[in-house]
């Protein structure tokens, strides 16, 4: 399995808030370096999590800019880059390439619903040649909760067929097991990756390639000791300790909504107000929710 | 029921491209023409007909910039400017405004589902706030077939009264007669306009404003005739003649793909390419597809 690309543990990582409801970027810094030191193998910034949808192209492109001109390897940097507009998703596909960040995580169009896989392939391909750089390492985004057009295997065969290469992988944020464990078998070589942390151990069992989720944001350590020793049998009791905790934490986040009530979990832990800060649509949760997270 | 604003017959236009899928400018603006000299009210652009999702700010603005510099009155133009990141929706907005363009159609943010009432009303408050132009008015865009974020009732009651004479209407694209009438019943002095061509008449004898619509690409003359005589006793011959018409027109296009339907008739009708193309994730009617729908 070593040659899967991307592999390990890669953070969703929440974009803290100025109070003008901006990404704060020296705390988005200091977040990130804490996650690599913390054991993540990379930032998967700007994604779902990271409510990259609710920032313009020139706020997403500023935040990867900041990242790499903090001195985080642009190899440990996974932005999403996957818009509406297919236009920009080119735009801010070569810009990541341009700071030398060549693998991004790439959502289907998502305003349009019922497409075509003509249509789906369509727009992967054409973003691939129009971006024209070899260097280019996609994870395609399959989050049909939020963005409503799932992508199905048929068109992720034909991706990987014209693009060899391209296509590296998948992060499955459907929380469907059967359907992570159905793509490892369809497609050697590919690296799918959990979108849910308490699936990754299991995941990793069936050849796996790790994970990207948002509970890493208060439990990296623990998600990364489970990635490096699931297969150690001298280290089970531990990977199952540390698993365990991956699953308490999940579980509390589950209660409320999940974005806010991780951004309140570090806003307490971490003090500053922009981890609390959300941007509409979405919003923080409730004094009467925070209050029962808290206490939980 | 003159009081509404916007009133009348708004097409929601297609786009034509270039062969490299850019919206082609000159077409646009012939088309536009064409569809005012046929008596539309007004252009309803960069709709959901009008692919304005699968463009960038930038391709936005641009055509918007086009329409006003060829001498469309800006208040004839009703440019669709919500989009899923609050700052772009904040910037197309005063874009509009920069123009003289007033009057725009917003979509809720549309990435994230699932929203709560509270996050909606902030999504658009916090763009009327932030755009700060007395000028503005806004025409709510329900079409949850696509957004996948409805707008509920006491959400447009909570932004009517923080925003007195902002929200000037609504586009109800859901195809629920019911939900058209209800809305006209709750909000006197509301501009509730149909998003289905064949709806608008029986929208209008329940004191609805009028429509913005797709199939007006193809009958706008008959709509304007049906809007403008409705109330006619003398006409109701011609008026049940025209609106006949139009159900025929739209029922012929919603046989396929709507967009890509309208778009092959259009090719067919003016003979440019640049009609039937369309951007990834959208696709033309497939060869087959275009021959029944011409042949029908």
């Not at 070593?2 to 977040?31: I, M, W």
């Not at 990379?42 to 790499?68: C, Y």
């Not at 080119?90 to 497409?115: C, D, E, I, N, Q």
């Not at 979108?195 to 948002?214: H, N, R, S, Y």
Request: hydrophobic share 50%; net charge negative.
């Amino acid at each position: 399995m070593s040659e899967l690309h991307p592999r390990g543990v890669f953070c969703a990582a929440v974009t803290p808030l100025t109070a003008d409801l901006s990404p704060d970027h020296a705390q988005f810094v200091v977040h990130a370096r804490r996650l690599l030191a913390e054991g993540c193998d990379g930032i998967a910034l700007l994604g779902t999590t990271g409510e990259a949808n609710s920032f313009s192209t020139g706020e997403r492109m500023a935040l990867l800019e900041v990242a790499v001109a903090a001195g985080i390897a642009p190899e440990r940097l996974l932005p999403g880059t996957g818009v509406a507009a297919l236009t920009e998703t080119v735009a801010l596909t070569r810009h990541a390439l341009s700071l030398g960040v060549a693998t991004v995580v790439m959502l289907p169009p998502f305003y349009y619903k019922g497409v075509t896989e003509d249509g789906l392939f369509a727009s992967y391909a054409e973003v691939v040649q129009r971006v024209d750089d070899p260097r280019l390492r996609v994870v395609l985004y399959h989050i049909p909760q939020f963005s409503a057009v799932p992508i199905p295997f048929a068109v992720i065969e034909r991706l990987r067929a014209a693009f060899p290469g391209t296509f590296a992988g998948i992060k499955d944020s459907s929380g469907d097991f059967a359907n992570m464990t159905a793509l490892v078998e369809r497609f050697p070589g590919f690296a799918v990756l959990a979108g849910a942390d308490p699936l990754m151990l299991p995941l990793l069992q069936k050849g796996g390639a790790g994970c990207i989720t948002a509970t890493s944001n208060l439990v990296a350590a623990d998600l990364a000791f489970v990635f490096r020793h699931f297969a150690d049998p001298d280290r089970a009791a531990e990977v199952e300790a540390a698993q365990a905790r991956v699953v308490v934490a999940r579980n509390r986040v589950s209660r409320f909504a999940q974005i806010g009530s991780i951004r309140t979990l570090l806003g307490e832990r971490y003090g500053e107000p922009g981890w609390r800060r959300q941007r509409p649509p979405l919003v923080p949760l409730s004094a009467e929710e925070s209050a029962a997270l808290l206490a939980g």
